[in-house]
């Protein structure tokens, strides 16, 4: 974090907008690139994305400066968007209806938006707890102390949490029979 | 390669899918004003709270005041209020 990072927060803790907007416009790439993995919609990620820097700014008053500014911005949209995960889950719930697409092969080999979008259909099949867990170990490549900080959650039960959902999701991947489309990946 | 592996290549390959970059700030700023203007803040609930009980307190008074003086005229004799005022 730069010396005008630091001078921004302390503005913006004392209710300077335009210090925090500064640093939203310095931020925003990152969080963008975060909130996309809860959600393959533009207008939803915006959405989380706004909402993600709002509840910062609501929470200005409890940094303190002892991580970096961006750890801390991160747990707060990381906990936007796993409200988000479950709101989404009970909703589905709720309406009992078969939400997840048939995994399709990519028309292009090595396309890496067809293979995040085959992920993104694996992942909806786990508990939010659990495609939390992987997204954040894989897609955010995040140590298991920082899950843990990000969620709230001890080191023991992220560490549980992440062997489950990998079984979990191999299990899936294994039944939808995804090898055989995907090949080539080896 | 067992699937585990294959699992987590999938993962990494799908990782550096494209991402979009949202540009929110005037959005965010907007949403804070509004959210501010709206919420109530402490100092104003408190300044509303002593003013209210400041309006029972005068009225209580005042209207005790009022009854006990009654009550003394009517308690009285009018010749000895009379004596001591």
Known sequence: MNQQDRQDIDKAQNGDHEAFRRLVECYEADISRLMW???????????LVQEAFVEAYFSLGSYKHK????????????????RLWKR??????????????????????????????????????????????????????????????????????????????????????????????????? | MDNLNKLE????????????????????LAEIAARQSIQLRPWSIMAG???????????YTVNTWMSMTWSLAEYFDPTVLDIIL
């Open chain 1, 37 to 47: 993995r809860f959600t393959q919609s533009e207008q939803v990620c915006e959405e």
């Open chain 1, 67 to 82: 991580a970096p500014f961006v750890f801390w911005l991160k747990t707060i949209a990381t906990r936007v968007g796993y």
């Open chain 1, 88 to 186: 989404q889950a009970k909703e589905r719930r709720f309406v009992q209806i078969d939400y997840v697409a048939d995994i399709e092969a990519p028309e292009q080999k090595d396309n890496s938006d067809d293979l995040n979008r085959i992920v993104n259909t694996l992942l909806e099949k786990l508990a939010p707890a659990d495609r939390m867990v992987l997204t954040l170990l894989y897609f955010e490549k995040c140590s298991v102390k920082e899950i843990a900080e990000h969620m709230g959650w001890n080191q023991a039960l992220v560490k549980t949490r992440a062997y489950r959902a990998r079984r979990k999701l191999l299990g899936i991947a294994n039944r939808m029979q995804i090898w055989d489309e995907l090949e080539w990946i080896t």
């Open chain 2, 9 to 28: 290549l999938l993962f990494e390959r799908a990782g550096q899918a494209s991402m979009p970059v949202f540009h929110v700030s005037d959005q965010v």
């Open chain 2, 49 to 59: 709270i002593s003013a209210a009980a400041a309006v029972i307190a005068l009225v």
